[in-house]
């Protein structure tokens, strides 16, 4: 048994021995866990990924005449300045202003920016008041003119986190970065056996006011993070899924830009890479343990983020082991895998902490207070509305088309049912194309007379229980105007067209303005 | 090698390649290909004993022909190895190595760029 006060006074001596997490591993695995609870005093860990839920408060100081910043701008990225007058935060994931720039630079990259002591635009404007009368500001920015910036992150450092592929045939562009048609690649975001979670799963050492590395300078940890869940499957005592979470605090002016970045997940947005490392001061056996866990022994579920919706389907499980060999198998296929987060540099974030600690510079911290360990559960958000499935929009009779029809009798069709698109079906009646009135008129004008040589064969479907909102943002994100509704054997049950949905909004509005249509 | 291949639409109808390789007895592969009414833009693999005399060929034919070392290359300072490009590659060309380093294998690359528009980072692009 040690305490922090005994490591400190070690750590001033020089005598402390600090090992990363990845070496503490081996180090077990040798001595045993008893041995290695009496040689070595600290684990350092870390890790170096995209935590979306970050930003930063800034205050800029009062110009001459002073101004209530109601709305501002950093490089055309807005930051709430909804608080006293020249104080903001600018969250990481807001996207530029600018509809050219959109998800190409954000707040992170603001973030990065100003780190890198690069000169930020500020524009703000106000409403004018009698003790703040001016009513707009424009100008350049640095790190070290403003009063104080402190990264505030309400959530990071996940304790583990789900394993990302896709079902669907078309790729998607998520969070968790870019996920190939039909499971082709698999994605993962977590340093595994070096992240800090995982390495004091019960919080026995990590709490409240500890003091951690936050993108090259210390920080501390301001309490668990939003979203915190305790109440979670667990396997060799680590989560299965996202767990634990922390709300972490540090002075901007001192990080370094070797350990923060500003990026972008493709088509899905802005996002910040945080490199946090926290110290594992090893007090007792049990905690020499904990730190000892290895990649094979940390669990994951591979979800599938093909299905949009709140809770997503679990393929198979996994381990970092597995994931960090680059590929994993998925029922008997190969698949590969990416790391989102940069091992590397988790690598670089846990040497970097044990440096700090041999050197002296760096002293270990009690918590002020526990995280909670227990009793925490993340709650659904609950809408007043529920969503509106396929199923539920008024069934028309169902139009169909065979694919040996003649153009002239499709043409009728849809003259005669006032419609614009027709599914064609085989004598099953099952999905086998699509038509719309314009791949009729392309017949005619290129003397086409046969179905199959203007009909569209690889056809967008939608399904009875997806959500309606689901299908309109497919109906955007591939620029087409109606869907057929297809069963699990694709047979056609109808059709979904962007005039139903608008439809549907037209009558709730109906419904909600007591009858009258508006 | 690798290289460009650039043409314009007067020579579009022409067999040129075709011709190459039986005049020359290379190994032509399309990695990309990009042909527009106002030309066209390849990206080709030419390997084989004469493939200096077939370039050469190609050039006196109208084609602009710029080998190149590289299909991609990736900005060190921008680069942060995340590795959210290494399983979109369709032909294993990037790797992460023993010290957790992400590699491109220019030998391998295909240039089809699902890498570039993965990357977190913009670190990645053509070379030209």
């Known amino acids: 048994m040690k305490t922090i006060e005994e490591i400190n006074q070690k750590i001033t001596n020089g005598d402390a021995v600090v090992v990363t997490a990845d070496e503490m591993t ?193 920080g501390y940890i301001v309490s668990e993070g939003t979203q915190h869940s305790t109440e979670v499957e667990r396997r060799n005592g680590i989560p299965v899924g996202s767990a634990g979470t922390l709300m972490l605090q540090g002075d901007m002016k001192k990080m370094d830009p070797d350990f923060v970045r500003g990026a972008t997940m493709p088509k899905y947005g802005p996002t910040l890479y945080v490199g946090a490392g926290i110290p594992i001061p090893i007090l007792n056996e049990d905690i020499a343990t904990r730190t000892a866990i290895s990649d094979e022994q940390i669990i994951c579920k591979i979800i599938d983020y093909g299905i949009p919706r709140r809770s997503r389907p679990v393929i198979t499980e996994t381990n970092y082991k597995e994931l960090k060999s680059g590929k994993i198998e998925i029922n008997g296929i190969e698949v590969p895998t990416s790391p989102l987060s940069s091992y590397k540099r988790a690598k670089m974030v846990a040497e970097e902490l044990k440096e700090w600690i041999e050197n ?142 608008s439809r549907l909004i037209g009558g709730n509005l109906k419904n909600e303005n007591g009858g009258d249509s508006i | 090698m690798k290289a460009w291949l650039r043409f314009l639409p007067s020579i579009i109808n022409k067999a040129i390649i075709s011709d190459a390789i039986k005049i020359y007895e290379i190994d032509f592969n399309i990695l990309r290909a990009y042909i527009t009414p106002r030309g066209g833009k390849m990206l080709v693999e030419i390997n084989g004993p004469q493939e200096n005399e077939s370039i050469q060929y190609m050039e006196e034919q109208g084609i602009q022909v710029t080998p190149i070392m590289r299909v991609v290359t990736k900005d060190l ?30 030998q391998n690359c295909i240039g089809c760029g699902f890498c570039i528009n993965s990357c977190p980072t913009k670190s990645i692009d053509f070379m030209e």
């Open chain 1, 26 to 218: 081996s180090i077990v695995s040798q001595k045993g866990a008893k041995k290695a609870s009496e040689e070595i005093d600290v684990v350092t860990t870390g890790t170096f990924g995209a935590m979306c839920s970050s930003g930063a408060f800034l205050n800029f100081g009062h110009s001459d005449p002073p101004i209530k910043m109601s709305k501002t701008f950093l490089n055309g990225v807005e930051a709430y300045s909804g608080l006293a007058a020249v104080d903001a935060y600018l969250g990481a994931t807001q996207p530029s202003q600018n509809p050219e720039i959109g998800l190409d630079y954000g707040g992170s990259h603001v973030i990065e920016d100003l780190i890198r002591g690069k000169e930020v635009e500020l524009i703000a404007e106000a409403y004018g008041t009698d003790c703040y009368p001016l009513k707009m500001v424009e100008t350049p920015i640095t790190l070290d003119k403003i009063n104080q910036a402190t990264m505030f992150n309400p959530r990071n450092c996940y304790q583990n986190y789900a394993v990302a592929t896709n079902s669907t045939p078309e790729t998607l562009y998520t969070y968790m970065g870019t996920l190939l048609p039909n499971s082709g690649n698999v994605t993962y975001s977590s340093a595994g056996a070096l992240s800090p979670l995982l390495n004091d799963p019960y919080f026995q050492t990590i709490g409240v006011g500890t003091r951690i590395f936050l993108c090259g300078t210390e």
């Open chain 1, 360 to 501: 002296g510079e760096f002293l270990l911290t009690n918590p002020v207070k526990s995280l909670p360990s227990r009793g925490c559960t993340v709650n659904p958000l609950e809408t007043n509305k529920p969503a509106v499935l396929v199923r539920d929009i008024e069934s028309k009779s169902i139009i169909m088309t065979h694919s040996d029809d003649k153009i002239n009798d499709v043409a009728r069709k849809l003259v005669d049912n006032n419609i614009n698109h027709l599914p064609v079906v085989d004598n099953n009646g099952q999905l086998k194309g699509i038509v719309t009135s314009w791949d009729i008129a392309d017949a005619v004008a290129r003397d086409k007379s046969k179905l199959v040589d203007v009909m569209t064969r690889k056809v967008i479907i939608a399904r009875e229980d997806e959500s309606v909102d689901i299908i309109a943002r497919r109906i955007d994100k591939h620029n087409i105007s109606g869907l057929p509704i297809v069963d699990k054997e694709n047979r056609v049950k109808g059709m979904i067209t962007a005039e139903d949905i």
């Open chain 2, 77 to 106: 300072e921008k680069c942060m190895d995340c590795g959210a490009c290494v399983s979109v590659c369709p032909v294993n060309a990037i790797c992460i190595k023993e010290d957790w380093m992400v590699e491109i294998d220019n």
